[in-house]
């Protein structure tokens, strides 16, 4: 999952990544993340720290709360 909320950012962040063979899932808001955690899984959350409506520290904070396994698999 790659978040950010400028979409430059994002288009080269993922033209980074989509030279390797991962499947890329983007959002445009921490909003939009929220509103996938519990439909999607990733292996990794790339996210901007300064996004308008939620930091990336704050977006990885909600998540982590909402993990329904043991916290010890995620690393953040």
Known sequence: ???DDDPVNLNVLVGILSSEPYHITI???AREVLELVDT??????????????????????????NI????SR???
């Not at 959350?45 to 982590?64: E, H, W």
């Open 27 to 29: 959002a445009h808001s």
């Open 68 to 71: 329904p396994y043991p916290s």
């Open 40 to 65: 999607q899984q990733w292996d990794l959350l790339i996210a901007d720290v300064m996004m308008l409506q939620m930091s990336g520290y704050g977006l990885t904070q909600k998540i982590r709360g």
């Open 74 to 76: 995620c690393c953040c």
């Open 1 to 3: 999952m790659a978040v």
